[in-house]
């Protein structure tokens, strides 16, 4: 297995790098609708889920007002109690979220083998930052590059910025699962990239495509970064 | 502030160094009764407290039937549905449990710093264990000793033995909060000892008199350990 040279800082992606925040959305949904159900929402568990699904893809998921559309499409428009148990669902949640299993450890090992750690991610950068204070991670990051902060989303433009901060593009490697938000905007600002696979279930992404220039590593798990540095 | 030299490992506790086990503790006993109330004990919150924390004294802290002694007291023996509420007050309250401030953080740069990091506790394997995994600081430490495993309490053999599993006493530093357990044996068994001064309020330990020859550092807080190292 080729090691990559000249890496000096290594930049993450947040969500479904370090921690799978697909599969924690989905619950968190799953608990906010049960919350609403038993408040006295008057509908299936299995439809509700649907019509939050459509909404938050509808609207986006930082949209704040994704439980009053749920209720306006179940006729409890405006009912403060049953909007309430769906937060407190979908909040309490947020007491279960964890790294995928082996990013601590890999985090820990770079650090001991003198990688600068970084996190670029899209957002809004205090819901970014509670993810990683959640996650117990904060303090492996020398620094965190957040798209709300930089104004600007993640863009050639957001990673040569970046690399203008870290020291030098070469240098960097970028880790991410996103092909269009972490891989092909750091390629071309110089960096090196990582594609995480494990996210990419059903994805259509064509790997071996022409975005295969694009991609420097392809990690099966997060782990596989220790192969290659 | 003279450093101390020669230092490879720092053998840390974990009870009152690591997190604040006291504390979480009392929480603790605190919410198992506030559950135990609800469920239907006839007592007032106060004496219930009072009779947890007599009975933890009286059978110690690991003793499996504390609350079978409470129920026993307020004229509930045997009532499994107070006992499971008292239970879960309990093992909810462990979700909480969050360790000193600095502890991570000054975790991660001794080891950055090249130092090895080891436990070394008094008690049941598993449970020390789960307070290391619920902290998220078991990936720092290459090896934990507990008491249970050793077949020994913190004795000076106990310190000998680790001793010789880490290689040199002299290169060993002992961080912990109790003088009889952390310290006089550690010192007697060669290592050089750290005693926390954060957890001492109230208890009688008169840390000018002779006991002094035992204790190499004195902290006001964990992260003093990287004052001296």
Redesign the interface.
Known sequence: MKKLSGIKTVICDIDDTLYPSTEFASIARKNAIQSMLEAGLDAGAGRAYAALSAIVAKYSSNYPHHLDRLCEKFGCLGDKKIIAAGIKGYHDTK?TIQPFPDV??TL?EL??RGYKLCVASEGFAIKQWEKLIRL?LH??FGQVFVSEELGMSKSKKFYVHIAGKLGNAGNCLMAGDRLEKDIIPAKAAGMRTALLLASQNGRDIELNKPSSKYIDLRLRTFSDLLKYL
Do not use: V
Request: hydrophobic share 45%; net charge positive.
């Open positions: 007491l601590p450890r820990l650090r001991l117990r303090h492996f």
